[in-house]
Nanobody
Framework: QVQLVESGGGLVQAGGSLRLSCAAS????????TGWFRQAPGSDRDFVAA????????YYAESVKGRSTISRDNAKNTVHLQVSSLKPEDTAVYYC?????????????????WGQGTRVTVSS
């Protein structure tokens, strides 16, 4: 089993920034992908960004591309998501998730382990 704990959410004004963190513990994989997803009330869980453990390859959703950075600290088993120029439409619960293997995926169905989420509220 893999345990994931997100942190860093909160209330922020539009135009501000947040740094979300995802700390992993438990079972380890030689190669894996960590993804960030978000879910607004009444909406599906949408892909935000992902990073591979081995080469650090990253991929972003169009909605956050250019204003987000996903990074990893393998020594600390932690992945960060920095989002700037926040908009009210970024309001959601943000989840991190892990899938084994090195292939990036934007589908939440491809991820095996999930955290409990951290809430981000962007006020206008």
């Amino acid at each position: 089993q893999v345990q994931l704990v997100e942190s860093g959410g909160g209330l922020v004004q539009a135009g501000g920034s947040l740094r979300l963190s995802c700390a992993a513990s438990g079972r380890t994989f030689s190669s894996y992908v960590t993804g960030w997803f978000r879910q607004a009330p009444g909406s599906d869980r949408d892909f935000v960004a992902a990073i591979t453990s081995y080469y650090g390859v990253t991929y972003y959703a169009e909605s956050v591309k250019g204003r987000s950075t996903i990074s990893r600290d393998n020594a600390k088993n932690t992945v960060h998501l920095q989002v700037s120029s926040l908009k009210p439409e970024d309001t959601a619960v943000y989840y991190c998730a892990v899938r084994s293997g090195g292939v990036l995926s934007t589908s939440p169905h491809d991820y095996d382990y999930w955290g409990q989420g951290t809430r981000v509220t962007v006020s206008s």
